[in-house]
Structures are given as C-alpha cells and as structure tokens.
C-alpha cells in the first residue's frame, strides 16, 4: 500500500501542471474568478480541486468539479479518491442521477452538470461549496452554460449579503477550466477573469486521411486497427466512436477476426468505454496490457477531453459523434451521428502524442476535413429556443429575457418562444412553469412533441403519437430514385392514407414491422432501410423514456380508431395548420400565409377542409410537409387558450 501511495504520489508531481500549482492556489484564493486553459490529460480535472483542498479552501465549504458526463464524473472521483487516499464517498465523492456516492464530509465532490442544476433549486445559494469549478467549459452544452449564468449571479448574492455585514456567508470562488484556447470568451463574461495558460507536453502526430470516403466506417476502423497491429511498433490505439452500441458492435468484430491472426501475432484486446459499464471493466482501460498483446479502447468523444487514457499511440478517428445537440426535425436529443468540428478532429488527434510521436489515421479525406466546421456551434445557439426557455423556467428561473446568456438569444425571438409555450398551456398567466411545462421541460424532444406525447397519453394512443414522432426525425423514409419515381411512387400507394402524411407514415411503418425490416422488402417498396433504422432508434428511445421517466405506458394503443391520433398531434401543432380557400389554395391560420402542400406529400394536390402540417420550408414557394387533413371543429378544442385568446 506505501509504495502505491508513493508512486501515486510520484505520478502527481510529474504531470505537467504541478509546476504551477503554487500560482494557482494564489491566483484562485487571489481572484473571484480564475479561467485555466491546459492541454488534455495535463492535470486539470485531478489536481486543481486537490491543490485546493490543500491550501484550505475547502475550510469552509466543499470543492464542487461539474463535468457534462456521467463516466468521466464517477472515472475522476475514482482516481482523485485513490490519489487523496481515501475510500470513495469520504474526502472525494461523486454524485450524478440514480447514484450519489457523496457525503456530508466530502471536501471534493465531482458531479454533472445536471445535478448541479438540480442542487440549485434546493439551495438557491449554494452555501455548501466554497468553489465551484466548471469543467469541460469549452463544450458549452445547454447546461453548462445555464450554470454559468447561474454561479455568476450567485457569487454576486453571496458578496452583497457579505457586503450588508452577513455573518455566516462566505464568499464563492468560481474556477473554469477548458482544453481549448480559446478562452478570452469565457474570460470576458466573467469579469474579464485571468486567463492561465498551463503548458502541457505534446510529440508530434502524423495525420492520414484517407483518399476515397468511407462507406462504413466501423468496418474501416476494423481494418485500420488490425493494420496497426500488424505492422506498426508497440503502443495502444483508440478508435472514436459514436455510441454503445457501436462500440459492441465493433469489439464483437475485432474478438471474431483476431481469431485468425497468425500464431506470431499478439493478442488485440478491445476495451470499451462508455456510460452503463461496472468500474472494474472500467479501470481495464487505465491498465497496461499483458506483454506481446495490444490494446484498442473503444470510446465515444468522452475520450476526446474527458478522460486521459495512457499508452495511446495511434488514434483512427472515425469524424463522427453523436451529437448531444440536436436533431432538428423532433429535436431528439443525443441520436444523430454528425460530423465533428475540426477542433474536435485536432483533439482526437491529439490523443496520440501525449507520450511519443504518433499517428492518426482520419477515416474521411483531406477534403471532408476541410469542409468541418471550425468549432461546434453552442447548443443553445443550435437547439430549439422554446426547449431551452423550459430548461430555464425548470431550473428556477422566471426572468428568461433578463438571465444572463453568454450568446444571448434574440428578444423578440424570446418573446414569440414564450408566447408559444403560453398556447401549448406549458406557462401560465403569470409565465411560470404548469404542471404540463414541468412534464414538457423534462421529455427529450422538443416542446410540440411533448405535448403530442401527453396529450397521447390522455387519449390513450401513445403508441401511435411514439411512432409517428419517431417517423417524423428523418427527412423522409421513402426513397424517390427520379429514374423510376413512376415505380416508386405506385410501390407507395400501398401505405397511403387519406387522412395525410401522418397516418401514411404510419402504415408503412406497420407493413415495415410486418416483415421485420427485410432488406429486400424495403428495396422493393423504395423505403430508405438507412432512415427506418434511425427511426426504429428514436423510437426505442421515446419508448424507454416514457415508460421510465414519463410514468406512462408507452404500449397504449387507439387500434383502429386513428382519428383521435391525428387530434393529438394537433394539440402540439395547431399554430401549424392553414383552411382552403375558395380559390383553392391554403392560406395560414397564424399570418395568412398562402401554403403549397409539397409534392412528397400524400396530400399533394387534394382538397380538404383543413389541414396541420409539420414544417414549412421556403424554396421557390411557402411548401407545407408533412400534411394531414382536419375538420375545423377540432381547432378550438385543441388549443381553446389559444384559439379563445384571438378570436377575443
Ligand atoms: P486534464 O483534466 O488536464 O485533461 P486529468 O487530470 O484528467 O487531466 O488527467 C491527468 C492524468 O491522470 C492523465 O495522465 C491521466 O491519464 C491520469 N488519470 C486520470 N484518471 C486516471 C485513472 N482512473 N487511472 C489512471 N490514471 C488516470
Ligand atoms: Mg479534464
């Protein structure tokens, strides 16, 4: 146990951030807020709470560490336990949902951002904690930067009440930590903070692009790393990947084919990483791999940043992530597999020369790296402002046009969110959160969509409302090949419905169930197989979360008596919908647009009453997609604050 301790303690002095421990205990107990900028895997996240710790900062409250995720909160706390010498959930804990290790005698708590969030509403001042560091800054998810708004605004309650003669208030020290360096945004906003560039040690990487792009890139980075196993020098590679499954997917394939390694060749052991695994497969990771074998760690972005894993020579970035952001259709959280940002390719990169020169194998060409964006677009300047506006009002705060944005939002953009979460009765008279809002804020799909999901389960369809909603998160499900859209378009008459788009989707969706998927059957039918799985995704995912966090059965159906979907749907959707007018043309309910039905749409060229749509996208005329027909009565039922208000 002593020479454990000693060489824990020899590993803390040679990372490249001990040398200025001593100017930053000074500049943090020095300064209100401090911003720290160094290299990944430089001693950030495990050192600077316990340097803290160290020069009695925690006297008087505990150290909170906020890390967008779940893995890299409990892996730290781990380590940070281990390092301070004792059992996790004493001196060091972690507390993120479902589990909470942390105790009254925590002096270090890493946690995520959400749980701080959550904190807050209980203890609006967040008295237990002396500093607060916010970590990870440079990743500016919806929930960091709603927390960096809301320390800034609590460091300067707790100093007024200090300043009138408080006795028993301390003051907050806020540290923010990022890897990139760009950092002067962060600096300004908080009170032009000191900016500490911590240098860290970097060899060279070697950058390989391939020259064709990659079809399948799990397959490529299948046979990219038995490549570097044959034929590189020792060290271990780390593949980035987009999800678990993915990453099951992928060590399953290097299991079957290092079967049939030479004799002479070593071992090639995946390792996985990600968020539903025990500590023990956990630590692997951190461990050296038996002699004569090679490790290849299968991880998400979470080792892009987060976790600092050593021995790691070569990298094959695969230029893709499941983006926490957004899928702009439904606004499905954590489901789309995007490209990466440049900075993001630089930093995966990165991860090969931490300690020798390296090589990086990028599974896209030199020109799909060119055309990256340069840096991640902020969520909140990606995600929906009505979703943003509930997380807001979920978290406690009233005045969402006076919070203090680091990208602040439009007003009149603002005002028009609230206005329309006013119709969908998620805020009251008064604008604060009704117990429909406090349901809607906490589905992971945007606000019309949560509405559609609770008023499904009402009316007892939520099946449908999940199918549907899942149908809704693709461009489209049915492929039109302009070669044979006369084939195409008669395959579709099958599943189309007179009702509209919505119950279309459905049928197909049906037929597709009906045969399991078959590939064939989908060629056959021009159905995007690629797209339905994607959809068949989302609605795994709607279903766990209803029937988990909703509280509600996600198995309820309405049969045959699909007309009460379609009333469902415009409980989210009413804003959305247009009449026909004499001439014959739709003209928008809100605004008296006039609405061309789209082509795709199976209402394409069909006069109804009324119709809801869910998107209007502007090419050379106002197009609706996504049309079904209604009969007016129904409007005023399905909004009556709404429909009431205009028509008084
Ligand atoms: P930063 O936050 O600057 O990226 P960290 O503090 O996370 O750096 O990591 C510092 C060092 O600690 C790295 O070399 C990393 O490999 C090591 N480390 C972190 N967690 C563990 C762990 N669970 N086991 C072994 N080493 C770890
Ligand atoms: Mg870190």
Redesign the pocket.
């Known amino acids: 146990i002593l020479q454990k301790a000693k060489d824990l303690k020899k590993?803390r002095q040679s990372?490249p951030?001990y040398t200025a421990r001593d100017i930053i205990i000074k500049e943090v107990k020095d300064n209100a807020c401090v911003v720290i900028v160094?290299?990944?895997?430089?001693?950030?996240?495990?050192?600077i709470p316990q340097y803290l710790l160290e020069s009695g900062l925690a006297a008087y409250g505990t150290i909170a560490v906020t890390q967008p995720r779940r893995v890299a909160a409990i892996?730290?706390a781990?380590?940070v336990a281990e390092e301070v010498g004792t059992p996790i959930g004493q001196r060091v804990g972690y507390s993120i949902r479902f589990d909470d290790t942390s105790s009254r005698d925590s002096l270090i708590k890493y946690m995520t951002d959400g749980i701080m969030l959550r904190e807050l509403l209980s203890d609006r001042l967040l008295l237990r904690y002396s500093v607060i560091i916010l970590?990870e800054a440079h990743e500016r998810t919806l929930r960091t930067d709603i927390l960096f708004g809301m320390v800034k605004s609590i460091q300067k309650q707790r100093q007024d009440l200090i300043d009138k003669g408080k006795k028993d208030v301390q003051p907050l020290k806020i540290v923010i930590?990022s890897?990139t360096l760009d950092a002067e945004k962060f600096s300004e906003y908080f009170y032009n903070a000191k900016i500490m560039y911590i240098s860290g040690r970097m060899y060279p990487v070697k950058i390989l692009n391939t020259v064709e792009p990659q079809s399948d890139y799990v397959d490529s980075a299948l046979v990219t790393a038995f490549q570097i196993h044959q034929e590189e020098a020792p060290g271990d590679i780390l593949i980035f990947l987009t999800g678990q499954e993915e990453i099951e997917n992928l060590e399953k394939l290097i299991e079957e084919y290092g079967v049939d390694l030479p004799p002479t060749v070593g071992k090639l052991i995946p390792c996985p990483i990600f968020a539903a695994q025990d500590s023990a497969t956990q630590?692997r990771i951190?461990e050296p791999a038996p002699p004569g074998t090679r490790k290849v760690i299968l991880a998400t972005n979470i080792a892009e940043?987060s976790?600092?894993?050593?021995n790691i020579c070569y990298v094959i970035d695969t230029g893709c992530h499941k983006s926490r952001g957004y899928n702009a259709k439904i606004g499905i959280e954590s489901l789309l597999v995007e490209p990466i940002s440049k900075s993001s390719a630089r930093q995966r990169s990165g991860r090969a020369g931490?300690e020798a020169p390296g090589l990086c194998f990028r599974l896209y060409t030199e020109d799909a790296f060119e055309q990256l964006e340069e840096d991640a677009v902020p969520e909140i300047k990606r995600c929906n402002l009505e979703a943003a506006i509930l997380s807001l009002k979920a978290t406690g705060i009233d005045d969402v046009t006076g919070f203090d944005f680091m990208d602040r939002p439009s007003k009149s953009g603002m005002l028009r969110s609230l206005e329309h979460l006013y119709a969908l009765e998620a805020l009251d008279d008064e604008g604060h959160l009704t117990d429909i809002g406090k349901k809607m804020a906490a589905f992971p799909v945007d606000p019309p969509f949560a509405k559609v999901l609770l008023q499904s389960e009402k009316m007892e369809c939520t099946r449908e409302a999940i199918d549907i909603i899942s149908l809704l998160s693709v461009d489209s499900i049915f492929s039109a090949p302009s070669a044979k859209r006369e084939e195409a378009n008669e395959a579709r008459q099958k599943f189309t419905s007179l009702d509209g788009d919505h119950l279309t989707l459905l049928n197909t969706l049906r037929a597709y169930e009906s045969v399991k998927g078959d590939r064939d059957w989908c060629r056959e039918n021009f159905i995007n197989s690629r797209h339905m799985r994607h959809v068949m995704d989302v609605r795994k995912q709607l279903i766990e979360f209803c029937h988990r966090a909703g509280g509600m059965d996600p198995t309820k159906s309405c049969g045959h008596d699909l007309e009460i979907v379609l009333k469902c749907f415009l409980a989210g959707f009413f804003q959305n919908t247009a009449l026909l007018q004499p001439d014959g043309t739709y003209k928008s309910i809100i605004g008296g647009q006039t609405v061309s039905v789209h082509p795709s749409s199976s209402l394409f060229g069909k006069k109804r009453e009324a119709i809801m749509y869910n998107e209007l996208v502007f090419t050379t005329k106002h197009y609706i997609r996504g049309v079904s027909a209604l009969e007016s009565a129904w409007l005023s039922q399905a909004a009556p604050k709404y429909f009431g208000r205009r028509q008084a």
């Open positions: 590993h990372l951030i160094g290299e990944t895997g430089s001693g950030k996240t495990t050192q892996n730290l781990k380590r970590d930590m890897a630590q951190f940043t976790i600092t894993i050593p931490r």
